[in-house]
């Protein structure tokens, strides 16, 4: 359903965020999408979106070319980016019929969809005021429920749990349950390593803009050798490749990541 191959992003050619990646993203699943802070998530996401364009390689989003063919792959997938910033002089149900419109959907289903979710997220009551009244969170509300109108085959979200409260955070899980149970796929990015762990199928971590580990947690474990949880495999993964990529005083600035585990995938 989401398919790179090595792809590759730098920033003014000099930041290597994304590094030569590979990564297949089945139907039916929802994939985690892990890594510490600048780690290169959020550029892939918004190269699997088609906001950037890949240096290198290719992108897949349910079969269409994310870069030959955009509108057939943008129709395909809601995004929820990590960023809520939308049309702040909107209202909010302005907006939805906005979402709405552009991806076709029957103005009957529309109001259907737009009524339920909106009652499951907690946001009916402020469908009629301006999104520049709204809190980070509410603005994160809208977005989903914009980014589900058109039921795509694909979800993908960046960063969702980020200042949701505990009752949203908990429908979202739900959602993002019932939406891959519905034969859809889910991919998101999360710092949340026990939300993680409870729903993802399988996960990928990368660290420096290369995938250092993807499977499922039985993968991970049977990889790393350890019978540990998500939070401990990440944080130990992470600080061997950090502690590779500190060079001494004395040696050159390259990296050589060492994975004592095998093969990288
Ligand atoms: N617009 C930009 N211009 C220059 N460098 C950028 C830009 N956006 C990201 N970067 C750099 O690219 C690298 C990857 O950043 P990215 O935002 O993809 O990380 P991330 O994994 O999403 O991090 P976080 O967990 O903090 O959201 C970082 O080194 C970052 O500084
Ligand atoms: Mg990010």
Known sequence: MIELQHVSKSYNGKIQAVDH??????????????????????????MITGILEPDTGTIQVNGHDIVQDPIRAKR???????????FPRLKAIEYLRFIGEIYEVDPVVRRQRISQLAERLGLSAALGDRIQSFSH????????????LHQP???????????????AAFELKEMMREHVAAGNTV????????VAEKICDRVAIIDHGKILLCGTLADLRARTAEDASLESMFLRLVEQESEQSIPAASEPAARKPRFPWGKRK
């Open 137 to 148: 969170g509410m603005r994160q509300k809208l977005i989903i429920i914009g980014a589900l």
């Open 153 to 167: 085959a694909v979800w993908i979200l960046d960063e969702p749990m980020t200042g949701l409260d505990p009752k």
């Open 76 to 86: 395909s997938f809601g995004f929820v980016p990590d960023d809520p910033n939308i």
């Open 21 to 46: 990646i590979d990564l297949s993203v089945e139907r039916g699943e929802i994939f985690g999408f892990l890594g510490p802070n600048g780690a290169g998530k959020t550029t892939t996401i918004k």
């Open 187 to 194: 991919f998101f990015s999360t710092h949340v390593l026990d």
